[in-house]
């Protein structure tokens, strides 16, 4: 029996997705699921604004999950150089960090890194009673020393990694084929990496901005992704984007629906990453290591 985690990205930033996160709640609230939402805790290095301390403060109340995604998400480089998928969709990220790196490379020390994690912390804490167990980089841009930094702030669990990259296909520099292509240099379930950090990659996203153009074939993909993955793993990770589904809610709600029935039919279940780290099923489904990955 797998668990999935459905994982929603960028809470926190932009006042007119306050309602991305208000809507999206509610339709899992219709399906008896709760979600877990990685947020900004100081987007682009402000405070949170009241809407959405409000908002966030309604879904814990009402049982979905928070988690730490950055502290301000400023640009995509915030604890990492660009990672693949998110080379794919912004062709621009990889070139901008070259230009830039004499001035970005000095950020990725433990100590700055961990100083950065331990201010969203407090955030999490003072404004919404929040104690994360979860860490997710902007953009999947990581370093070897972020793992120490969480390490030492007593986070053990990370997702950032991608199992499948096909959801970004759409866009227009891109191969435009949404078949279903898994990568081979990570695990397909949750693994052990550095400072013994617990993984937990990504399947797949299929909502990202575009994707209502072909909602029938990304539904499709949905269902072929949790079919597969309910044969490899205990546990497996859904993302979507407060954006990306504020493109076109009647896709991401149609997709919701698709993958809460295909999850249905295969037995499965749905919980927060709070859930499964509090109860320890995270921890006993990482039975395998990670390899050696980030250059820095
Ligand atoms: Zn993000």
Redesign the pocket.
């Known amino acids: 029996m797998t668990t999935f985690i459905w994982s929603i990205?960028?809470a926190g930033s932009g006042e007119p997705l306050v309602e991305s996160m208000r809507r999206t709640c509610a339709h899992f609230d219709t399906h008896g699921l709760a979600s877990t939402w990685?947020t900004i805790p100081k987007p682009q290095g402000s405070p949170l604004s009241p809407a959405w301390r409000d908002e966030l403060a309604r879904q814990i109340e009402a049982g979905h999950d928070l988690q730490l995604?950055g502290l301000t998400?400023a640009d995509c480089y915030e604890f990492g150089p660009p990672a693949w998928p998110a080379t794919a969709i912004q062709p621009a990220m990889q070139p901008t960090f070259d230009e830039r790196r004499a001035e970005l490379m000095p950020r990725y020390t433990v100590e700055k890194l961990q100083a950065r994690i331990a201010e969203g912390m407090a955030i999490f804490q003072e404004e919404l009673g929040v104690t994360p167990t979860a860490f997710r980089a902007?953009?999947g841009a990581i370093s070897k020393p972020l793992f120490t930094a969480l390490h030492n702030l007593g986070l053990r669990y990370h997702s950032v990694m991608y199992i499948s990259g096909s959801g970004y296909q759409h866009l227009p520099h891109n191969s435009g084929s949404l078949a279903q292509v898994w990568v081979d240099a990570i695990p397909h379930r949750p693994f052990v990496w550095y400072e013994g950090v617990i993984e937990a990659p990504i399947l797949n996203e299929y909502t990202w901005r575009g994707a209502g153009a072909r909602s029938a074939e990304f539904i499709d993909l949905a269902r072929q992704d949790v079919a597969r993955i309910a044969a490899e793993s205990p546990i497996a990770v859904l993302l979507m984007?407060t954006h990306g589904i504020a493109d076109d809610y009647t896709h991401a709600f149609r997709l919701i629906d698709a993958v809460v029935e295909a999850v249905a039919e295969r037995g499965g279940r749905f919980a927060t990453f709070a859930e499964v780290i509090r109860s320890g099923e995270l921890a006993a489904a990482a039975t395998v290591r990670g390899p050696d990955l980030p250059a820095v």
């Open positions: 990205d960028d990685f995604h998400h902007p953009c984007h």
